[in-house]
Each structure stands twice: as structure tokens, then as C-alpha cells.
């Protein structure tokens, strides 16, 4: 994973229960006084509908954007009930993420990659990144001939699937349902095959064709064919024989998506499917308009910060990272090796996750983060909690008469050293339409106690390119270039 910034020295190797190191990267704009303006703020939290020039030297592609909010009219009376759902999701999220953990540690069995035919370079595909209710839209195509869908792009989710024709039951969503008997391309999978028998614990398979059943939490799941079809990129480029679900019985909304684009890491995954090196994402606010790329082995930008990707044994399907604590204003609350690295039994650790919301930290590091912000964040006028069912978020101000000063500055420390300064566009997350804002973090108290990974969400990625080294194994981040004069201020 990558994270830009000048002159990093390289990261060195960890030893702990690793596949592989893959290094994740980001690049931020750093902000060199103690306290930031509340202009900055603003200024930061939305992108123009101008692309940022591609983070690759080769020859990229890319797609027309489009935003949810201009497709799906989201069922919600005010703002405060959008926030609720968002926040709900993420309850169900963290169990479902815990809950597949558990089921892997217990069943462990390492398979191998399966490698569809290739026509097109991975770095010659690129999709629109959208964010929605239920997380970040890419449309691509699927098909022959080409039928367009929106897929919630999902690094933890390992099939890519979609609505299909005839289903029963089936959710509404923002296109025509795919009809696989329309396509050329589209070919059932036996059960024999390898790419049926890599979906391990979602195979559920007694005779041909190949079935798969996809679990999200909160009665949200798909279940049909496997089948290998073609994707494309639009008029860019296609992939033959990429597997993915035709889903016949689908519950749950998803946010109106036509369903999954899978970027996990196992041999199903849409990246091992088409023997990509790396994927990158810019997530935009999730209240703008506007939209972002998802790029297929793009280089990160040459001041990056680069952080190992730690890849779980017992679940590749997950990316972790060694987080070892959070500074602000130059007081860094520390977490222990014992939460911040994976357990030899496969459980514990930190992954980062596009389609959580908040992070979630263990209990007393939560408390330590909060008491500490609060320390540094007294100018700011304080406001009550913003409750959401089982969790609390108990540190919120009232944002609503703007003020330019006490922003307290924050920022991520991984392991080796490397620094990630975060804006307060990813440590405040607004909840109401008065100007409520609350610290963008929960603590694990409230959650059970067998729940014991922590997750980074996407408040915290959002305003950089995030960009996950499948080779080198490595995580990193980098700002885009993508706010105008004219987009400052934030959407009702």
C-alpha cells in the first residue's frame, strides 16, 4: 500500500505470518501548523468533476463518471437517517468481516490462482469509482454485446457477481437486470472446475452448473450460477472469462448497485482474475457529486509513502496493515503490538477496507485517540453524541457557525516508521444538515468480544490514491488533484 510524501526511506520487511508483503501507498497535501483552518476543511472534503491527470506512466484508460446520486434517489427523509444507514452497515460489515475470519482460521486451506484469458493489458483498464449508500459504484460492462452495470467495489469481498435474469427474489436497482441468455460470452462453470472449487465456504455446489452463495450480514446476499463471462472497460478494453456470479436469488438493496465487483484477494478476485500487478482507488466524499477512477496497474506517484500490505494466511481475501499509532498534535497515542499485529491463530490485526465507514479501534486505544483529540480540539464548539443502535459517537462539535481555527492536526504511524497526516475531512464525519460533526472513529467496546479485528474505514482513505502493490506487497496513498475554485464548499 502506498501513501506519498517526500523522501521516504524504504520500509523494511515483516516477519510476522505473512504470505507476502504488499505495500499500500497514499499521498497527502501536509499541513505544516499544529491547527488547520476550517477553510482547508471545506476546501478538502470534495473533488471537481475533473479527472486527476493518471498516477500511471503507461497508458491508462478511462471511462465517463458517473454519480449515484444523479441514478439512485436514496430513500431517506433527512440527512441524519442516510448517516444512521451508513453507520448500520458498518455494524453488520465488522461481524460479517469477523465472523468470515472466524470461519477461515477454523477451516485454513490455501488454493491457487485462477487466470482467465487476457486480451488487454490490466493497465489498460480503468473504471468510474462512484460512492453510494452501500459503498463505491464502478460501471463496467458486461457481456457480449457490452450491457453496462454499476458494481459496489469492494476490497472485501472476493466474487464479483451481479443480478441476473430470472430471479427470484430480486432487488430493485439503477439498471436493467443482466439477461445471460442475451450474451455470447456467458458460459456456466462445472463444479469441477477450478475456478467453482476456489470459492471454497461460497461454493455451494451438488451438481452442474457451479453455485456460489455470497453472504454481506443483515440478510443482504446472492446466490446462483458461476459462470465465466467478458468485462469490459468500455470502449477501452475487455477481459474474456473472468468468473463471476449470475445471481437468480438476491436479498438486500446494496444501495440499489447491480451487485459486487470483488477486489479481495483470492484467487477469484477480479484482480487475480486478470493478472493484475496492482489496483488503485480514489474515494471521493461520499456526499459529492463528483467521481474518481479505479485503475489497474498504475503507478503510485514517485513522493508515495509506502506501508507492507500483510496478507492473513488463514484469509487472503482481507488486506492488513501494521498501524502502530495515531499522532495529534505531535502526542502520539500508541498501539500495542498485540492489536496491531495478526495473531499466529490468524485472528487480531488492522485491514483496510473500502466499504466500512468509520474505523474501528480495540476499546482503550479508542478511549486513548479521543481523549487526546479532545485535549487539542477545545476551541471547537462541543455538541451531544450522535447515537446509531449499539454505538455511540460520543465526541461531536457544532460546526455550523464555521469557525477558522482549531482543527487539531492528526495523522497515522505504521510500523518502520512511514507517516500518513490525515485532513480533517477524514477525521470528522458530518451527521446532520446543522453543522454536527463527530470524531470518525469507534472503539470495540460495544461490539462482541469475539469481534477482534480493527478496520480502518473509507472516511479515512478518502482524498488520496490508494494503491494496493499485489506484487511487491505493498499498501500506499497519495492525494489527487482534483478540487477546483469552484467546488469548495460542501453539497446539501
Known sequence: MY?????????PSVN???IGLSFFSFTLSPFSPQVVSASAFKRLQLFSTEEAQPSSTSSVLSLSLHPHSSIIKLPYDNYSDLVLSRLASDRAR????????ERAVSTFNRRHAVKPDVQVQPEDLKTPLTHSEGGYLARIGVGRPVKEFHLIADTGSQITWLQC?????????SDPIFDPSGSSSFSPLSCASQECTSLGKNQNCKA??????ASYGDNFSSMGEFATETVSFGSSGSVDKVAIGCGHTNQGGFGGADGILGLGGTPVGFPSQITATSFSYCLVDMDSNSSSSLEFNSTPPGDSVFVPLIINPRIEAYYYVELTGVTINGEKVSIPASDYQIGEDGRGGILVDSGTTIT???????????????KYARALPPASGFDYGPVKLDTCYDLSSEPTDGYPTMSFEFHGGQTLSL???????????SGKHCLAFTGSSE??????VSIIGNIQQQGMRVTYDLTNKRFSGEVDEMETEENKSRPE
Open 3 to 11: 501513501m506519498a510524501r517526500k523522501a521516504q526511506r524504504p520500509f
Open 16 to 18: 510476522i505470518f505473512i
Open 94 to 101: 465488522a461481524k460479517l468481516i469477523n465472523s468470515n475470519i
Open 165 to 173: 435474469l430470472p430471479c427470484d427474489p430480486c432487488y430493485e436497482q
Open 208 to 213: 452442474d452448473p457451479c453455485t456460489y452463495k
Open 360 to 374: 474501528e479501534f480495540p476499546t482503550q486505544v479508542y478511549y486513548s485517540v479521543r481523549d487526546t483529540f479532545v
Open 423 to 433: 485532513r480533517p475531512a477524514n477525521y470528522l464525519i458530518r451527521v446532520d444538515t
Open 447 to 452: 461490539r462482541v468480544s469475539s469481534e477482534r
